[in-house]
């Protein structure tokens, strides 16, 4: 069974850092696309950024390229995505996807879209005061 678990999310102000932590289990393939994807309720959704264990390819959504970092560690078995310079519109429920591969350039692809990821977490607040 795959499981996809998420956590980190607070309530933070503007200005300040949050690293989010997923931790992926059960998967049997050996390449797969990572995404933090990030939802408001009624509002616009986004694919955060899409790692690829396949290429090396990494897609970060404009909104955060420069403030955002996505990161894996092989040895705990853990990605990571680091929230630098905080603003009240990256408000959002976060959550880690997971999509096995056998083809390249995912990230340039279907990996940008919800639609592209099969297993998910259940999501964590973030929250970004003034």
């Known amino acids: 069974e795959v499981r996809v678990a998420e956590s980190g999310g607070d309530l933070v102000r503007t200005g300040e850092s949050l690293r989010l932590t997923c931790i992926v289990s059960g998967i049997t393939n050996t390449d797969y696309a990572i995404g933090w994807l990030r939802k408001v309720p009624g509002k616009d959704r986004e694919v955060v950024s899409c790692?690829?264990?396949?290429?090396?390819?990494?897609y970060y959504t404009p909104s955060v390229l420069g403030r955002f970092i996505t990161s894996t560690d092989n040895a705990k078995n853990m990605t990571y995505l680091e929230m630098n310079d905080l603003k009240p519109e990256d408000t959002a429920v976060y959550r880690c996807?997971?999509?096995?591969?056998?083809?390249?350039?995912?990230?340039?692809?279907?990996?940008?879209?919800?639609?592209?990821?099969?297993?998910w977490g259940q999501g964590t607040q973030v929250t970004v005061s003034s």
């Open positions: 790692f690829s264990t396949r290429d090396g390819s990494v």
């Open positions: 996807a997971v999509q096995p591969l056998i083809v390249d350039g995912y990230c340039s692809g279907y990996g940008r879209w919800f639609s592209g990821y099969q297993y």
